[in-house]
């Protein structure tokens, strides 16, 4: 009798360690939200090197008339840079000091509008030639130099975003205080 007690401990605890087996690896798969199409939670980025990047490129034109405007915040700073022809020059640039607190704020602000809403289809991620008489807007998170989200609209419709364009594109301009005055002689 004692040894069957024994046999069904054994095969109890056996039983556990395969459910916690799998209970473990299903939670690994949870964590990477980003990759497999669901939102991101991008308060979470506020204390981490993840940055934010909105692009808005111009119509398609002339390599010397083209410009974009980019706008990236992250923990520490927010950048400017207008980008001149098709080859990334970056023709003006205006850093600016940010802090944690700034940023947990602008990412409540991006996370109400919908920054990180999109259609996750890698089949519909590239946008290049799309409205070529309008504009392209891009919405992007990176970890460095790694691409975690990417979503996409345009002036002429269509695109993989999903959230308040005109919010976010507000929230962007605004971390830059003298956006007006970079952006004057841009067209694009």
């Not at 119509?59 to 001149?84: K, T, Y």
């Not at 990180?116 to 991620?125: L, M, V």
């Amino acid at each position: 009798m004692r040894y069957f007690f024994g046999f069904l401990i054994t095969i109890g605890l056996i039983i556990l360690a395969f459910v916690l087996i799998i209970n473990l690896t299903g939670r690994g798969s949870d964590t990477s939200t980003v990759q497999s199409g669901q939102q991101s939670v991008l308060t979470s980025y506020a204390n981490t090197t993840k940055t934010t990047r909105l692009t808005v490129d111009g119509i398609i034109n002339a390599d010397e008339l083209h410009r974009q405007v980019q706008i990236s915040v992250g923990q520490n700073q927010a950048v400017m840079n207008v980008i001149g022809g098709y080859n990334g020059n970056v023709i003006k640039f205006q850093s600016y000091e940010n802090n944690q607190n700034s940023y947990s704020e602008f990412l409540y602000g991006l996370q109400a509008a919908g920054f990180n809403r999109g259609d996750p289809d890698p089949k519909k991620s590239n946008e290049s030639g799309a409205c070529p008489t309008g504009r392209r807007i891009s919405f992007d998170v990176y970890d460095g130099n790694q691409r975690l989200q990417h979503y996409w609209t345009t002036t002429c419709g269509g695109g993989t975003f999903k959230g308040n364009l005109d919010a976010v594109l507000a929230l962007f301009q605004r971390q830059i205080p003298d956006y007006d005055t970079l952006t004057r002689d841009v067209v694009y």
